[in-house]
């Protein structure tokens, strides 16, 4: 094929009137009316001076428009790099200078904060707001509906996305076709994705999970989206008798559950409800049984290697477990010592094989080599075990990672951050139960000798540097941290010293 991604999931539909998606505001986009944009933006972006595998840096709201910039970079060989829109100047100004963009596409209201950034970095400043209008729109108005299509192999990168690293120093995940299309074929199939499915799409598209799980399995199955901005239960009520599908953060079923209009009658159109990207509690997965008669089907995957495994759709989803590995994909359990593959069902490391997972982190060759066993398998960092039946559980993580309503929280990147502030000795930052996102995040400081730390200095002194949802929901101040022999701080004896901290709270 000449580019196998766009040609699988968006020039099959080039001349088709179905409905591709329909937005908060009720506007509607065909297949067709979709594509055009995208032609427009592929056309603009050549205009812009990308060449084959420069990268568009995007930090934008969510719109048709924002989805049409990645359906560009297929077309024209370009690789996107969307980032968090809750990422401050600060943290854009790492991106920047380590994706070395040669287009950043922003938000109109950071434009004049990110405009120092991109002269520093030579690249060039354009927007997008949340309605899909600004200078990027407007050079495309001037660009024809046609685009020649670039030709890409699946091995040619289509996009990379960063994830935080236990060392404080985010890596760009490199994603190749290969690893998005497979991943979108083996997740069609297993799910039984067509052209009749409606998904409710309320996840940000900055993510694996809201950009490549929803939309690509989207674009491949030929179905169509109610595409929100963000999760609001309203929304979800509102919509779901149109909707056949969703799939959200664990976040978005607690929240479903908290309103009494969730029940059978409403959901009755419905036909799968998929969660992932944190773990679903067991009683979370029993009480939307009970509600709704839907068996919650939850997967398991990761930036790097997309969606590993999954519950069954025809046969037993159980409750606790990430199900199988999905088609083509090879998983195994390593004893964390000697990197054994486990002969038992004993917990291990989960490590993964197969054409789903990433080519290597942008620019760090060392780290790349460092999470990759010499036969291939790539370490996940997370804890498992396989029951009786061959269903995955995941028990824990070998990182230290906190996941917060679906987002990856890396505490050293915190912890260096708090750090820095004058009256701080050090502190350890760690992840403790909330009702609402699973996990919160939790800061622990020691001051220097003869000072009294004040918390909301400290939480105004990191403000601008850190996005919201990273920072801490709480600090408290120790006299000194729990230590064992080799000096290492106890994060567990801290994690249930506090475990009380957000119950306390919120109850
Ligand atoms: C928002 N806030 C959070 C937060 N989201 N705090 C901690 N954790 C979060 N996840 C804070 C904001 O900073 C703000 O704080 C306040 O909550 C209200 O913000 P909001 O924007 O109005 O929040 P809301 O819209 O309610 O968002 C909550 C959410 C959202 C759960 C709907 O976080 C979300 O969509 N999460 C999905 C993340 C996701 O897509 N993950 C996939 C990663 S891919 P304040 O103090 O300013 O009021 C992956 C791989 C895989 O993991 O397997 O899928
Ligand atoms: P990210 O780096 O943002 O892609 O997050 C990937 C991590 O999310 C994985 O390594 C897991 O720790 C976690 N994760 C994803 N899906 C699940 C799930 N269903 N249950 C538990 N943890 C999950």
């Not at 766009?6 to 908060?24: G, K």
């Not at 560009?72 to 200078?97: I, K, R, W």
């Not at 080599?369 to 029951?387: N, S, Y």
């Not at 996005?467 to 567990?492: D, E, H, I, S, W």
Request: charged residues 20%; proline residues 5%.
């Amino acid at each position: 094929m000449l580019n196998p991604l766009y040609q699988s999931f968006f020039e099959r539909h080039r001349n088709s009137d179905a409905l591709l998606m329909i937005q908060e505001n009720g506007s509607h986009f065909s297949y067709g009316d979709f594509l055009d944009i995208a032609a427009r933006f592929a056309n603009t972006l050549v205009t812009c001076g990308m060449k084959l595998g420069d990268r568009v840096l995007l930090q934008v709201p969510k719109s048709a428009e924002a989805l049409a910039v990645y359906a560009a970079c297929v077309q024209s060989g370009s690789v996107m790099v969307p980032l968090n829109t809750g990422y401050t100047v600060d943290e854009v100004n790492y991106f920047v200078g380590d994706a070395k963009p040669k287009l950043v596409i922003c938000n109109p209201k950071n434009r004049d904060g990110l405009q120092s950034i991109c002269e520093n970095h030579s690249a060039q400043l354009e927007t997008l707001d949340s309605v899909g209008e600004g200078s990027f729109t407007s050079l495309a108005a001037q660009q024809p509906m046609d685009f020649q299509t670039v030709e890409r192999s699946l091995d040619d990168l289509a996009a990379f996305l960063y994830t935080s690293g236990t060392t404080g120093r985010s890596k760009g995940a490199m994603l190749s076709q290969r690893n998005l299309l497979s991943n979108a074929q083996a997740l069609v199939e297993t799910w039984n994705f067509t052209s009749s499915d409606v998904l409710f799409h309320a996840l940000p598209i900055f993510h694996t999970h809201g950009l490549f799980v929803a939309s690509n399995v989207t674009f491949l199955a030929g179905s169509s989206m109610i595409f929100m901005p963000s999760f609001k239960v309203q929304q979800a009520i509102e919509h779901f008798p149109r909707a056949t599908t969703m799939m959200g953060v664990p976040t978005f079923y607690t929240r479903l559950l908290d309103d009494a209009r969730l029940n059978r009658d409403l959901v009755q159109h419905m036909r799968l409800f998929i969660s992932g990207s944190a773990p679903l509690l067991a009683e979370t997965h029993v009480a939307f049984e009970e509600r709704t008669g839907h068996r919650i089907l939850e997967r398991y995957g990761m930036t790097e290697t997309n969606m590993i495994t999954s519950n069954p759709y025809d046969g037993e989803r159980r409750a606790g477990t990430v199900g199988h590995p999905l088609p083509g994909v090879e998983i195994r359990i390593t004893n964390q010592e000697t990197a054994v593959p486990n002969t038992a069902s004993e917990i291990g490391m989960i490590e993964v094989k197969g054409p789903n997972v990433f080519t290597g982190y942008w620019n760090m060759p060392e780290k790349t080599a460092e999470e990759f066993r010499e036969d291939g398998f790539f370490i996940t960092g997370d804890l498992g075990q396989l029951d009786e039946a061959g269903y995955l559980q995941i028990v824990g993580r070998s990182k230290d990672l906190i996941i917060s309503g679906g987002y990856n929280i890396y505490p050293k990147e915190i912890e260096l951050l708090l750090d820095e502030q004058e009256d701080v000795l050090e502190s350890a930052v760690i992840g403790v139960p909330h009702p609402e996102f699973g996990e919160g995040v939790v800061g622990v400081l020691v001051a220097k000798p003869g000072v009294n730390l004040d918390s909301e200095a400290l939480s105004a002194a990191i403000h601008s540097k850190i996005a919201r949802f990273k920072q801490p929901k709480q600090l408290f101040v120790l006299p000194k941290l729990p230590r064992n022999t080799m000096g290492k701080v106890q994060k567990n004896i801290l994690r249930e010293y506090f475990a009380q901290a957000f119950r306390t709270k919120l109850d």
